[in-house]
T-cell receptor, first 111, second 113 residues
Framework: EAQVTQNPRYLITVTGKKLTVTCSQN?????MSWYRQDPGLGLRQIYY???????DKGDVPEGYKVSRKEKRNFPLILESPSPNQTSLYFC??????????FGPGTRLTVL | QQQVKQSPQSLIVQKGGISIINCAYE??????FPWYQQFPGKGPALLIA?????SEKKEGRFTISFNKSAKQFSLHIMDSQPGDSATYFC????????????FGTGTRLTIIP
């Protein structure tokens, strides 16, 4: 079954404590992307990756890092989380026909 | 800067009725316009999409109408059912090399019996 998995699904942490949200896809897609979803703002792109070792900033990259060492994995790293990063995060894997397959989401709360 | 404006924010429709959600965009470089459906606790899933070379696309009860000159597109759900209750996002993508979707702010649709 084609899918995008994210872990953890829920996370409560404190300001400044580094965390990583993992994302993995089994569709062999080259493009992957991270979005955050906030009420009234829709989904906004954080970072994207066109292939292994190729990443670039989206619209709201401040405070985030990513890496793409393998095609299937695209982790999102928050080196020093702050309360304004409390949000719902989605990883997406993009097919050659433009369909974006979203993961189930990670709800992050930073206290 | 919001490049895709979506309305209404919420919509209540009776079962069997027609649900209509509208979006307007600003960037004429957009070349792909999908609609995503999101149920509570789930990620968005592609519902239907259109490219600007056609004015309408229909898949079952779902239709996208596209007006290139007005830079508007809309989703019509015919014979709306309670199972259609979800949040709907319009989006647009340009040929910028980053596969970024610019999303509207979402419409929460509720179908009442």
């Amino acid at each position: 079954e084609a899918q995008v998995t994210q872990n953890p699904r829920y996370l409560i942490t404190v300001t400044g404590k580094k965390l990583t949200v993992t994302c993995s896809q089994n569709m062999n897609h080259e493009y992957m992307s991270w979005y955050r979803q906030d009420p009234g703002l829709g989904l906004r792109q954080i970072y994207y990756s066109m292939n292994v070792e190729v990443t670039d900033k989206g619209d709201v990259p401040e405070g985030y890092k990513v890496s793409r060492k393998e095609k299937r994995n695209f982790p999102l790293i928050l080196e020093s989380p702050s309360p304004n990063q409390t949000s719902l995060y989605f990883c997406a894997s993009i097919s050659p026909t433009d369909t974006q397959y979203f993961g189930p989401g990670t709800r992050l709360t930073v206290l | 800067q919001q490049q895709v404006k979506q309305s209404p924010q919420s919509l209540i429709v009776q079962k069997g009725g027609i649900s209509i959600i509208n979006c307007a965009y600003e960037n004429t470089a957009f070349d792909y316009f999908p609609w995503y459906q999101q149920f509570p606790g789930k990620g968005p899933a592609l519902l239907i999409a259109i490219r600007p070379d056609v004015s309408e696309k229909k898949e079952g009860r779902f239709t996208i109408s596209f007006n290139k000159s007005a830079k508007q597109f809309s989703l019509h759900i015919m014979d709306s059912q309670p199972g259609d209750s979800a949040t709907y996002f319009c989006a647009a993508r340009g040929n910028f090399g980053n596969e970024k979707l610019t999303f509207g702010t979402g419409t929460r649709l509720t179908i009442i019996p």
